[in-house]
């Protein structure tokens, strides 16, 4: 029989070994684990259990909520604020952050997430998943400016896919770890010891209907891709978008690729769609700990001192030798 490492296993291991966690740390994505798994089981339900469509409400973004997003946020939040590892929390579904309620023990973390990413998949049945990434609260009260650090001061970053199979994948920056849950048992265990991203790829992954409105450079990387062998990259490219980052992100994580939501001329005033500390940041740790590379076209995604909550970017992450050349052609025009 395959002897596997439950999650909960790997992580005493990390508290011990040479990433010495701190309990609280633990005990955070011990959490946030165990609520991914109460929104499968609701996710898996669709419309058995009345989680399909739209809230009739929007977030602070103007974007429309659908139920499983109002309920993947509440579990999230439910599940974090009387464990005493939490400082406050911030979500792409709420407006500001919300503290830990003074009944409960305050600890020295932040955690922020995407409850559900890609909720446009929900009632088409492909898949979605939750984004989350953990900063150190620096003291003092915890306000919407606390959680504006870099992130490269993440101390931990990780999604959980709800697919064909739901995975969490996680790094605590020493790698990046896969675990896959097991319903009949409720565990998670680990199936993926040291994720990598390949340095090259003839994948890349973007919204091609958007095309006319994008910037030279990344117009560039993609005319040279879809000219296939006959063109300068001398051979053929493949092409995949499932609409939800995490899903896209997992993929490039398994078997390599380039990820672009780049900025555009939509609405030129916005640098991208995607969002800085729930999206960008922690895939981008991850990526990079995956051997990966994150940038924003010109610069370290993880460099960029945020200066909202809401934060957005433009986002080319995954296979370092095609990112380092979408880098090098928006350099080449600056
Ligand atoms: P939602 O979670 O609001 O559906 O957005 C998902 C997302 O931010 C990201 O996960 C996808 O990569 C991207 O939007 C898809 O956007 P397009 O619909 O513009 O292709």
Redesign the pocket.
């Known amino acids: 029989m395959t002897k596997r490492i439950s999650l909960t296993q790997y992580l005493i291991e990390q508290q011990r070994g040479e990433a010495q966690i701190p309990s609280q740390l633990r005990l955070l994505i011990e959490v946030v684990a165990r609520a991914c798994k109460r929104i499968a089981i609701n996710v898996s339900k669709g419309a058995l259990g009345e989680v399909l469509g739209s809230a009739g409400s929007e977030n602070v973004?103007g974007?429309v909520q659908?139920k499983l997003?109002i309920i993947a946020n509440e579990v999230l939040i439910e599940a974090n604020e009387w464990g005493g590892h939490l400082a406050g929390m911030a979500s792409?579904e709420m407006d500001d952050m919300v503290g830990v309620p003074n009944r409960y023990p305050q600890g020295e973390y932040l955690l922020l997430f995407?409850p559900?990413?890609?909720?446009?998949?929900i009632d088409i049945n492909v898949s979605?998943g939750t984004i989350f990434s953990v900063l150190k609260h620096k003291g003092g009260d915890v306000t919407n400016e606390s959680f504006l650090q870099p992130g490269t001061a993440q101390v931990c970053a990780g999604y959980c896919v709800y697919g064909p199979q739901t995975t969490l994948v996680l790094t605590v920056g020493k790698g990046v770890v896969m675990f896959t849950l097991d319903r009949e048992m409720g565990a998670w265990w680990m199936t993926e010891d040291n994720m990598r991203i390949p340095e090259d790829t003839k994948e890349f992954s973007i919204?091609m209907?958007?095309m006319r409105h994008w910037a030279p450079p990344v117009k560039r990387y993609i005319d040279e891709c879809l000219a296939g062998k006959e063109g300068p990259r001398g051979k053929d490219f493949n092409m995949r978008?499932?609409?939800?980052?995490?899903?896209?992100v997992h993929r490039i994580l398994t078997r390599g690729g380039i990820?672009m939501?780049p900025w555009d001329k939509r609405e030129p005033g916005k640098p991208g769609?995607?969002?800085l500390m729930y999206?960008a940041n922690p895939m981008s740790f991850l990526v990079e700990q995956a051997g990966g590379m994150a940038t924003n076209g010109l610069q370290r995604i993880m460099e960029i001192q945020p200066t909202q909550l809401h934060e957005r970017v433009a986002v080319v992450l995954g296979s370092k030798s095609e990112v380092e050349r979408v880098t090098a052609y928006h350099r080449e025009v600056q």
């Not at 559900?116 to 998949?121: A, I, R, V, Y």
Request: glycine share 4%; no cysteine; hydrophobic share 35%.
């Open positions: 973004q974007e659908k997003d792409e995407d559900l990413d890609g909720s446009s998949n979605i919204n209907s958007n978008w499932v609409a939800a980052m995490v899903a896209d990820f939501y769609k995607l969002r999206e």
